[in-house]
């Protein structure tokens, strides 16, 4: 197949009337699928609702110290539930809180607790002129949305294979003490896929701060979410680098089980130094009396340990693995030398971001819209929603089922040609 | 027995000897005992643990509107739970958010959006110089320290049988555009039990807010929570008689099955009108994608409709109706005649409110301490922790088993006894 910009006007216009009329014919076959969101299928949850038989009428509900987990207490978890996701995080349990259902409150949570009381005794960031975060691009939508709500400015950080340009990085947070935070989903990046380099997180863990109030907020959303088990993404641990930089208050990480159990129904943990432990659960008193001990108590008796986790990931991995496999080699097989998009084969998370040439990713999206398939709209992966080059879409192969992937796949890959033969149209002109 | 008062400084000085003598010899008696929170015991949440049995890896998680309630979605709750707690809170669905395990959660995150983008469009109140609320006393130590946290002023109001003071609630309110908001615990007030009179609820509907931010806090915590299933208290519907006063906006009402179910592992939900639901679902949207559906679901199950919540609820009141006969009557054998304390006899909730002589709470709460037995701080139930007249002590029976509420008791009423008698014997200096 040639590539589409060698192609010449007439070829183009030929090639335009053939992808329209199959796009036309597709539009008519009255297609409704989804694939914006990074959603479990269920096929997925019913890896883990065995997790529910486990306490029940019978059971005691007694945690170590013999404490009731059914009833009010115990601000930063139970004890059991540090201990598997210290084993999971790779830290002590003094550096863990275990939270409720949601790793973005508690992201929510730390930046509002920022803006009304500060961090660490610092100015509240509402009482500040001008607060900034930088976003490295392309980046996950909910994180932007809410520094975009607090009306933080956002400054996008261009990414590689390795991680966020981290010369660019330090220049921001080195020397300027308005730059409170940087946010990261450091191991396969949404929607990319990429895992920070070892030299990317050293460099992180090294940062000197202008402001003695920034934070890393770390989002270990894929900490275990490999597809591969033989080939795994591997991320130095936050935690160990910030403390040998002598950093060791400088990132705030986190994981749940979201992705791992139940979207809504998991459990999500802070892992942070027990300084900041410390000043959380002071700011969070005011807030809760404790999250529910109980489903932390259901997670810890079902994976027991980490290995137990580790074990049930491999489980996913073999439902997810298929699904990518089919968006990737459709990519491949269908646009596979047209030079007219690029993508990166991902060892874990939930994406595959796909680059469409420069202008056409609004255009793909539209399109793929009207032929009933919704994509997470373009630009959603770039602070204030503005993909400047117009170029990023995200891919969410996960919550389809194969068929159905299989048919979203082919009105995608349509798109991608119908747009870009369009742009080249419009160039010659 | 003689009133205190009566009694001449020869008695008085008698009396002390022997209550000195008492208190010192329990003091020896190593007691370790805690009225300090509204915790429900271990046999009470025993009754709702068959609610555990209901979902397992067998079921169907499948909602109305075929929705798998263990994957994401659904912000404002499941439809099933939204149906219940609107039967039970006497509205419609579309004045329903179910939300998490904490209805504290709900008014603080209710609070710090106002604080950071303001209600109803209007200013932030962090923006503001200066933003009161006004504080029905005695009242809960959390909704105190919620506001005082964020820096509100707080106004005492103070409460008869009837509620809170209206004429100076209206004066507040209706002429102070500074004034944002009132704490409320309509039905068994925290601590003192009693329940708002029709006219004084008539009244808050009727208000006339300066503010048009202005929103009563109503927290409906003990909304099912009675003692004696013949006699209930009874509480006018706040939803109902806020639009039929033309003001269906202007209140916040929660409740909860944390004293129903689990404290921690309970469902909290939000009441209040179409459009101020709608404006905080969108609020909501930035810190989470939904709350725990799976435990939702769970408690529709178990109650299936308010018939079996209130049946329910009949067997926490008779676990706790001898708990708070036994306070009552220990108060009533050893203090009644005495004048040195009063109390009420609620019909429902978690506490008895005492009130010592002028300027004896605190005396009474150390004595206690030093004796073993941990009361509420004296002064929590005011904002600022600051009762001007020293007296407000509040009791929570429900935790301590039986024999441990008659010993807690026993040490109750001798250091009241004795800090009343110090009392005398210092005036009478």
Redesign the interface.
Known sequence: MKAYKDLSREELQELQTKLQAEYDKLKQAGIKLDMS?G??G?DQ?DL???M??L???T?S?RGVNDL??????LLDGIAEAKELFAELMECTPDHVMVC???S??IM??LI?RA???GIGGNTPW?KLEHVKFLCPVPGYD?HF??TE??GIEMISIPMDENGPDMDLVEQYVNHDPMVKGIWNVPKYTNPAGIVYSDEVVRRFARLKPAAPDFRIFWDNAYVIHDLYPDNKGKLLNIVEECEKAGNPDMYYELCST?KVT????GVAALITSPANVEETKKLMS??????????QMRHVLYFKNVAGMRAHMEKHADILRPKFEAVLNCLEKELGGLEIGSWIKPLGGYFIAFDTLEGCAKRVVGLCKDAGVIMTPAGSTYPYKNDPSDTSIRIAPTYPTADELKQACEVFVLCVKLASVEKYLASAN
Do not use: E
């Open positions: 969101r959603k479990p269920s949850l883990s609702s065995p529910l038989d306490l029940n009428s059971s509900f009731d987990i059914r009833n009010y207490g409720g259902n949601s973005l409150s929510y949570d509002t803006m009304t009381h509402c909910r949305a809410i709500h607090f979201s139940f979207p809504g129904s005011w807030q809760t009396i404790g999250y529910d001990k109980v489903n």
